[in-house]
């Protein structure tokens, strides 16, 4: 089998848009109406042919199974217990099928736990820092805060020893505050793993990425790099190789082997579908629409989906519809253009296609070059990353930072964290 187009992330929403939270920003949410009538509930059918499906389409000692949503923790654990069964009976010998879940955390108590551990679950909990910052898009159905339960979930998963990272939208609200939400993971939860989302949400009730006028919850450009360059800033002086964000590690990533590990900053995209409940396919999570419907599960095998042509040619356009702007820019190779769904600007010379974030990103990348390179040369040297921190306190002419309180809690082997969204 020519495993060059395997399907490596799907996103899997075995309960589709359905969830027990009503968060403003939340895009999928409207995606119900795309299945009148529908119970949301994945069919053990539908879950058994991904299972399958994946494990077959890879050639690798490990498949990667990811459960989102909505919320997937619906579905209850006999669902997933299920799930486990079916990786264990279809795994190929010598390969290992790793499966990850994305939750709000609600309904995460100490039987979830016992569940996650004893299968080796990874888990992104979605956050969005302390409670008024969480509190200000993220509230149940009635309104009401949950701050409270999400933080317990966390707290349960560490007592389990339950790997779990956080998922952190950053939006008009807390992107003012970027080290008082940095630090509340790294200190008060102990989080040694943070994906940070920028919220950039097109004003219309469908939910699809259509139209060019954004809600005021959308985190504003220049705000978005002063979020990313103030946590980078104390990163860099106390917690490199002891926390991880995922978009510092995937520009490093750009200096290092010449591209990032992040879909948004690829040059092409494409290799991230989503499935829906019903096994319906959809070229990317964000574009959970009928124009980027690939097929069914059912009725044609995942690794034929992903690699119809006109998947390939989604992937391709991220690059060849690219501004001239973008195309000349020094700082391509970390950024790809972003990703799609946020070119809503047109640029200066009145070509369409500059991405929202991009003066942001434009600020980050020039803050933090010279940073990467340091570190990039350092890996290249064979010493670790973190040499950095030392590397900067003498040319500050001060004391190396003592570590952060992160440090108090249990390290775990790292693998592979799951792709986050905003929920």
């Known amino acids: 089998m020519d495993f060059s187009r395997q399907p490596k992330h799907i996103l899997a929403k075995p309960t589709g848009a359905r969830c027990n939270c009503a968060c403003d920003y939340c895009f999928f949410l409207k995606k119900e109406r795309l299945y009148p009538g529908s119970d949301f509930r994945m069919s053990d059918a539908v879950m058994e042919r991904y299972i399958r499906q994946s494990i077959e389409a890879h050639g690798g000692p490990e498949v990667n199974i990811t459960w989102q949503g909505g919320e997937p923790t619906l579905m209850g654990l006999d669902f997933f217990r299920r799930a ?4 264990k009976a279809c795994a190929r010998p010598g390969v290992r099928v790793a499966q990850a879940l994305q939750t709000n955390g609600l309904l995460i108590d100490e039987d979830w736990c016992r569940f996650l551990r004893a299968n080796d679950f990874l888990v992104g909990l979605s956050l969005d820092g302390p409670r008024e910052l969480h509190d200000a898009y993220r509230r149940d159905k009635g309104g009401k805060s949950v ?38 993971f790294r200190d008060e939860l102990g989080a040694r793993y943070i994906q940070l989302i920028p919220i950039v949400e097109r004003e219309n009730d469908t939910g699809e990425q259509a139209g060019t006028r954004l809600t005021a ?32 590690d995937s ?173």
């Open 147 to 184: 701050f409270g339960r999400v933080v317990r979930a966390a707290r349960l998963m560490k007592k389990h020893g339950v790997e779990f990272n956080i998922l952190c939208t950053v939006n008009a609200a807390n992107s003012r505050s970027p080290l008082d939400v940095y630090r509340f």
């Open 84 to 87: 486990v069964e079916v990786g």
């Open 251 to 423: 520009v490093l990533a750009a200096y290092v082997y010449g591209e990032p590990t992040l879909c948004a900053l690829r040059r092409e995209c494409g290799d991230a579908p989503a499935l829906e409940h019903n096994g319906d396919l959809y070229a990317c999570d964000h574009f959970v629409e009928p124009r980027y419907r690939l097929g069914n599960i059912t009725e044609k095998p995942l690794a034929e989906l992903v690699d119809l042509e006109r998947q390939r040619a989604f992937g391709r356009a991220k690059a060849e519809a690219l501004p001239r702007a973008c195309r000349d820019c020094r700082f391509l190779f970390t950024c790809g253009g972003e990703c799609p769904k946020n070119r809503v600007l047109m640029t200066p010379d009145g070509e369409p296609g500059l991405n929202w974030l991009c003066e942001g990103l434009k600020a980050f990348f020039a803050h933090t070059e010279r940073h990467m390179r340091v570190m990039a040369g350092l890996l290249e040297r064979g010493l670790p990353a973190a040499a950095v921190m030392d590397v900067l306190a003498k040319e500050e002419g001060r004391p190396r930072t003592p570590p952060a309180s992160v440090r108090r809690a249990i390290p775990r082997a790292g693998r592979g964290r799951p792709r986050g969204r905003a929920r």
């Open 217 to 248: 919850r959308s985190v504003e450009p220049a705000q978005y790099g002063r979020f990313l360059i103030a946590i980078f800033d104390e990163w860099a002086r106390r917690d490199v190789g002891e926390v991880f964000v995922t978009f510092f």
